[in-house]
Nanobody, 123 residues
Framework: QVQLLESGGGLVQTGGSLRLSCAAS????????IGWFRQAPVKKREFVAA????????YYADSVKGRFTISRDNAKNTVYLQMNSLKPEDTAVYYC????????????????WGQGTQVTVSS
């Protein structure tokens, strides 16, 4: 069992920045890949970024490449999502999720999810 708690969401203007945090407790955090997803109103949940268990490998959706950076601090059991140059279309509830594998492949779905944190980007 693992518990994930997101924080850091809020309201920001276009072009601004936010840093989301995902604090984990429970099973061995550092053994598994972690991802960020988002869901906007009336849209399906979509993949945003993922990081391998060591933090050496990162993966991004095309829509956020060059603007978002995912990182992790295994000593603090925390994963971060630094979001820069935010756009109104980034408005969504952001979720972190833990995978049952050490490296993201896009083939294995997450098995644990957080409750989400709202990010709103005003134009």
């Amino acid at each position: 069992q693992v518990q994930l708690l997101e924080s850091g969401g809020g309201l920001v203007q276009t072009g601004g920045s936010l840093r989301l945090s995902c604090a984990a407790s429970g099973r061995t955090f550092s053994s598994y890949a972690i991802g960020w997803f988002r869901q906007a109103p009336v849209k399906k949940r979509e993949f945003v970024a993922a990081v391998s268990r060591s933090g050496d490998s990162t993966y991004y959706a095309d829509s956020v490449k060059g603007r978002f950076t995912i990182s992790r601090d295994n000593a603090k059991n925390t994963v971060y999502l630094q979001m820069n140059s935010l756009k109104p279309e980034d408005t969504a509830v952001y979720y972190c999720a833990s995978y049952p594998v050490s490296t993201y492949s896009g083939k294995t779905p997450p098995n644990y999810w957080g409750q989400g944190t709202q990010v709103t980007v005003s134009s």
